[in-house]
């Protein structure tokens, strides 16, 4: 059996699986603060009491965290120092140079995570090949070390310039360092992320070491409580990419978890793309959309496999802005979020245009609706006053909503100065939220040079059933799927994610001048060392599966791509099938290629992964709260009139039966609005089916 | 419902409500953002990928702005609608363009300034004019630094306008989509790395394609035939935003004056700039500034209002996007002849250095408008330096590097440390420099107090030095500023330090390099750089005495007019 544990901001959600049985039952639990530990303990024993399971027959648990995203954001991190070369101490803080607003004469670049008086440089040079211009001191070293221990430092960075063409100088002060100081963290960039460009590899490593004393302690402490309460199986932790560490990998490389929580949502999509597939559908392409409160996400799920992309920033000055944060180039599944929530605040900017976003009224106060205090319009404020919302039946009623407030908001703010009904009003900041959400998509999906028709979307969050139907009608899709076990989605991704790891070398070298042999002897090293790792965490060698790929570009260019290398011992015969590999990529994503221009390598990447999790997937589905299908009706405003639609209780549908749109659908967390010309449906799973004409 | 009133007539008149004309008007900058994109992501020139150093524009049928990419940089504000709209009027009138052409001009005096920068503009067609011909809504246009323009090597050195490479006249790159194989020849017979630069107009003709799909896609989507009323409605919305943002300061005429290095050496230039605020409409007259310099850092008029209107939009309307109506309020002039109104032959290869430096009497004019939303003066706009030589194999390499010096303090806070303004340009690697060049950078770290202090100080400077660790000659083309003159600081604070460029030999001694100009860096020898700190905003708290940063700095009395 296996028991996924997600913690998130406000819930910590549980997902016990019987894999034999398919049986699943789900659990949610209040998030603890300060330690979140104790809400973990707090729902296993719920989910254990409510499943009759014991802990000692549970043979994985998965788990993933914000801890180590909060640690960043709130800067709670240890107090680390980061050694450089000599003459470059200042790295975090001159940064790329770069303004990330052109217009916004009062921005703020994020501050580094290790100040300037625990910044220092050694003496010590390599050059590009890595090879040893100025030799370490190793007695300057241990003076230093030994000055930084005295000052109260907890972990240690240390990161020197091509130090990713030869780690020897920084492994030398590692070794030395955890000799004499077991009790002090160390990061070295050279395991963290060898790759070239100083900035990018520095941000990295000192942020590892930033985050990694208060991750061992939490790892180690849940270790330890779980084998107290009986647990003896394995526990894996959900990294960024969507796929699973063990317990070590996570404690040695902790920045791996900064995106765990939304890898899981996507990884949800690959849950259901299974399911689904499962039962005859075709669904290769799907499009995972989550809108929550303050933000709305998407990110895609192709064969099976979520796109991942190694630019990601943490901690941005401003959320939205690309270039504010702390870049930190691990894998993490691909995805783009902007401030489209229930919470998006609508107003009329100084050009008297309607604009949503990106600040939110969140949860307090939040939505005008909420009546705690809110005076501006949100989203959620116009869906309720556009019926989709039902103002008796929001989180199965727990928390009843004031429509007078929601209209008195939007009418003030928006109706009357545009001298238009309230409705209308409440229409245009439905529409404008879709709108944004749909365009973001659309470049999301154009930038990997593919068409959004073809994607299946899948809808989730709290706010994501609302729209969903209508950003898949602005982007051309024809199905939409709101999958049930909503509530608890990430944890669901968990369990059906592999184990796997990534390792990483930057070679830059044009393809015709390369150094064969080097590669394959670099290569060879790190799929040893990954299937190393995963046979110690319990995958037979028979079912690792090894994926190569390469970032190149044109000779000159500073944008990679990546590109699938061949299997086998590379060599100047494997040239015509990167190359062809690499002009298939660069036509997809640019439509063109250039003949004749040499390509050349940057990064060589290796994914060594497990086999996927398999699992025969039933939902439990809570009890209706009526014998009808249809409570009823309300009107609801889809554009030009009212009309009067059929309001659902998504418990009480009977499986497959079709029910024509326009139509709202009411459960506990979400509401699924459907409109004209659109059939909807339950599957045999729980989930809802949308298609749309 | 609220409409604006549309200000142009149109054959399909259309009414647009506030909500209808957010959501077309996101849509279009959405349009040239992902025009943009494929233009950044598939160029070779360094500046233009790296440093965002191009824009995509939307125009209508008049070559009016409508929307503008949202990363360009400054120097392309209102550029391309010059530019088309001289097209239309001296060389190719509406009744000439078709389906699949697309015009090539790198005319500095069109473009943005020097001939690197080669403008793109393509024709728009949709449905059918009531003569069956294929109906021209409007253009889409894209200007970028291109790799080589081929002449003497980039830099501030040409002594005329001629030896700054190829002059590309307006002309057909493709004529109804056939290649225009003469004038590809001839690009590529003259330049250096043919390849790359040929493979960066491609890139441009692609970028404009791309925004073309996609505007038509639109067109179909919303029933749209012609895209002239939804401009004149985003036009006048964001004219009638600046307007009111321009009203809320106070009239009057507020002078400032900013001495700048020049050559660095014993010709100094100096900025004299009147800026008017009337009513909601500025003007920004620079009368009394020196003339033409002998180095190639003049500027032409269409740049000069580029980097004019830039920090005025930063104070007065960042959020209002870029199009026609954002700089209809804005008036700028400066005499034929002087350093920025430059007339051929003048060189204006560095012409960036000059440009650069106008935020700075703009600012300080501001300073005395609105004392609470200008920023003390930068270290730095960005010092450039081009490297070229050959590696040990004999391989052939050209590297661009930027450096940013310190960022001038502000109201509420300080300047960052090595950040530029008004250019935005991301630094090269250490790293990668390494990689591209027989170099070994020695040392890349900030200079503590090279900020001026203030109550809310300067942003530090950097020193950064490289050594020729290969057996060749590296030819080096030094283009810095604020060696001999020093950031202002505001209402108090103190300038910054200023920078230092020199040579280290072999022998440990130092020697004289051009601060602009060419020189070899022999095997051996080491180039050191110290950028120049910000200036800081408001006296330093400790000092209870006020005193003014710099005589030349501080801001003058206003006259009221």
């Known amino acids: 059996m296996k028991l996924g544990i997600d913690i998130g901001g406000t819930f910590t959600d549980l997902v016990l699986l019987d894999e034999g049985s398919g049986r699943m039952v789900l659990g949610k639990t209040l998030t603890t603060y300060p330690d979140p530990l104790q809400g973990i303990l707090n729902g296993v024993e719920q989910i254990m009491h409510d499943s009759g399971v014991s802990l000692h027959s549970i043979g994985v648990i998965v788990h993933g965290t914000t801890l180590v995203t909060n640690a960043v954001i709130e800067r709670k991190g240890a107090r680390t120092a980061l050694l450089t070369t000599a003459g470059f101490e200042d790295v975090l803080e001159i940064g790329r140079e770069m303004r990330y607003d052109i217009y916004d004469l009062f921005l703020t670049m994020p501050k580094p995570l290790v100040p300037r008086s625990l910044r220092i440089g050694l003496r010590q040079r390599m050059d590009k090949n890595g090879r040893v211009l100025t030799p370490l001191d190793l007695t300057e070293v241990e003076q230093v070390a030994d000055r930084l221990v005295r000052r109260g430092v907890q972990s240690v960075a240390v990161s020197f310039l091509h130090a990713f063409a030869n780690p020897e100088h920084e492994q030398a002060v590692g070794d030395l360092l955890r000799r004499k100081y077991p009790y002090v963290a160390v990061s070295l960039s050279s395991e963290v992320l060898p790759e070239i460009r100083e900035y990018e590899r520095t941000s990295a490593t000192a942020m590892n070491a930033y985050v990694q004393p208060l991750t061992q302690d939490y790892l180690r402490r849940l270790r330890r409580a779980l084998t107290e309460r009986g647990f003896q199986g394995e526990i894996y932790i959900m990294n960024s990419a969507g796929r699973l560490t063990t317990l070590e990998g996570a404690q040695r490389f902790p920045i791996q978890l900064l995106e765990s929580g939304p890898a899981g949502g996507t990884m949800a999509g690959v849950f259901f793309q299974r399911q689904l597939t499962a039962a005859g559908n075709d669904v290769s392409q799907l499009l995972a959309f989550d809108m929550g409160g303050t933000t709305a996400k998407a990110s895609m799920v192709r064969q099976g496999q979520p796109e991942i992309t190694h630019h990601f920033e943490a901690a941005r000055e401003r959320r939205f802005k690309k270039g504010s944060g702390l870049p930190v180039r691990i894998p993490v599944i691909d995805m783009i979020e902007i401030g489209a929530g229930g919470g998006s605040i609508a107003r009329l900017d100084a050009l008297g245009l309607l604009t949503v976003g990106p600040d939110s009224a969140a949860s307090q106060p939040g939505p005008a609706c909420y009546g705690r205090g809110g005076q501006w319009p949100t989203v959620t404020d116009a869906d309720l006053v556009l019926g989709f919302l039902n103002e008796h039946y929001f989180l199965g009623g727990t928390m009843p909503l004031r429509r007078d407030l929601a209209e008195e908001a939007i009418e003030k703010h928006i109706a009357r100065p545009l001298g238009i009904r309230v409705e209308e009003a409440a229409w245009g900041i439905h529409r404008v939220v879709n709108e944004n959400m749909a365009n973001a998509a659309r470049v999301h999906i154009l930038e990997k040079g593919l068409d959004p028709r073809p994607f299946t979307m899948m809808a989730f969050g709290g706010a994501g059933p609302v729209h969903a139907f209508a950003v898949a009608r602005l982007l051309g899709l024809s199905r939409l799927i709101v999958p049930g076990g909503a509530g608890v989605l990430s944890a669901l991704g968990f369990l059906v994610s592999p184990i796997a790891t990534e390792a990483i070398f930057s070679h830059v070298s044009r393809l015709d001048r390369m150094d064969w042999a080097s590669i394959n002897s670099r290569m060879a090293e790190m799929e040893h060392r990954g299937r190393t790792f995963l046979q110690e965490a319990g995958v037979t060698a028979n079912q690792i599966h090894v994926h190569r790929v390469a970032e190149m570009r044109y000779a000159g260019q500073g944008h990679d791509i990546t590109v699938p290398l061949p299997s086998g011992t590379l060599s100047a015969d494997s040239l015509p099938a990167i190359t062809y590999n690499f002009e298939q990529e660069y036509t997809l994503r640019y439509g063109r290629v250039l003949p004749h221009m040499p390509i050349e390598s940057v990064t060589w990447r290796i994914v060594v992964s497990g086999p996927s999790p398999q699992a025969s997937l039933h939902q439990q589905v809570k009890g209706a709260v009526s014998q009808q299908a249809q409570k009823g009706t309300r009107p609801a405003f889809f554009g030009k009139t009212w009309l009067e639609v059929p309001v659902l209780d998504r418990y009480a549908m009977p499986a497959e039966q079709r029910f024509n749109g326009p139509c709202i659908i009411e459960e506990f967390e979400s509401t699924t609005v459907v409109g004209p010309d659109a059939v909807v449906w339950r599957d045999s799973f729980g989930n809802l089916i949308i298609e749309m004409s | ?561």
Not at chain 2, 352 to 363: C, D, I, R
Not at chain 2, 479 to 496: S, W
């Open chain 2, 1 to 561: 419902m609220t409409a604006i009133t549309p200000t142009a007539t149109s054959p399909t008149p259309r009414d647009f409500d506030a909500i209808e004309l957010s959501i077309l008007w996101s849509r279009l900058i959405s349009i040239v953002d992902e025009a943009g994109t494929t233009l950044q992501r598939t160029a070779f020139s360094s500046v233009t990928r790296e440093s965002a150093d191009f824009a995509v524009v939307l125009m209508d049928t008049q070559g009016q702005s409508l929307a503008q990419s949202s990363v360009s940089v400054p120097s392309f504000l209102g550029v391309l609608p010059f530019l088309v709209k001289a097209l239309l009027r001296d060389h190719f009138p509406p009744e000439q363009w078709q389906p699949g052409d697309v015009v090539i001009t790198n005319d500095p005096w069109l473009c943005a300034g020097h001939k690197p920068d080669i403008g793109i503009v393509s024709p728009i067609f949709y449905g059918q004019t009531p003569e069956g011909h294929p109906r021209l809504i409007g253009f889409i246009g894209c200007i970028a630094h291109s790799p080589d323009i081929g002449g003497t090597l980039w830099g501030a050195n040409a002594r005329d306008f001629y030896e700054e490479g190829l002059y590309i006249p307006p002309m057909k790159l493709f004529d109804a989509g056939r290649r225009n194989e003469t004038l590809f020849r001839l690009i590529q017979t003259n330049v250096r790395a043919p390849q790359q630069t040929l493979g960066d107009i491609l890139a441009q003709v692609a970028a404009n394609d791309q925004g073309i799909r996609s505007l038509l896609r639109l067109m179909d989507e919303y029933g749209l035939t012609e895209i002239d009323t939804l401009g004149a409605h985003i036009i006048a919305a964001s004219e009638k935003a600046m307007r009111d943002a321009i009203r809320q300061a106070p009239d009057g005429t507020y002078h400032a004056e900013y001495e700048a290095d020049g050559d660095g050496l014993n010709h100094p230039v100096r900025l004299k700039c009147a800026l008017t605020i009337r009513g909601d409409e500025i003007w920004v007259d620079y009368t009394g500034t020196s003339p033409a310099h002998p180095l190639a850092i003049n500027a032409v008029l269409n740049y000069v209002f580029a980097y004019t209107a830039y920090p005025i939009k930063c104070v007065f309307s960042p959020e209002v996007p870029n199009n026609e109506g954002s700089f209809r309020p804005i008036h700028v002039w400066a005499p034929e002849g002087c350093l920025l109104n430059a007339q051929k032959p003048a060189p204006l290869g560095a012409r960036n250095v000059t440009g650069n430096l106008l935020y700075a009497p703009v600012m300080l004019a501001l300073s005395q408008a609105v004392p609470e939303r200008v920023q003390a003066d930068c270290g730095a706009a960005v010092w450039v330096m081009v490297l070229s030589g050959r590696h040990d194999d004999g391989r052939e390499f050209v590297e661009y590097l930027f450096l940013a010096g310190g960022y001038g303090g502000r109201k509420g806070l300080p300047g960052e440390p090595t950040l530029c303004y008004p250019t935005n340009v991301a630094n090269v690697p250490v790293e990668v420099f390494e990689n591209d060049a027989p170099v070994l950078v020695l040392e890349k770290k900030l200079i503590p107090g090279s900020g001026g202090a203030g109550q809310y100080p300067g942003g530090a400077g950097q020193r950064f030095a490289y050594q020729n660790i290969g057996q060749h000659p590296i030819h080096i083309s030094n283009v810095t500023e604020k060696i001999r003159h020093q950031a202002y600081g505001l209402f108090g604070g103190k300038t910054g330090r200023r920078g230092r460029l020199y040579v280290l030999t072999p022998q440990g001694k130092r020697r004289f390099t051009p601060p602009k100009g060419h020189d070899t860096l022999l095997p051996g020898e080491t180039l050191v750089m110290e950028l120049p700190g910000g200036g800081g905003y408001g006296a330093p708290q400790a000092t209870k005495r006020y005193r003014p940063a710099t005589p030349s700095a501080h801001p003058q009395h206003p006259q009221h007019g």
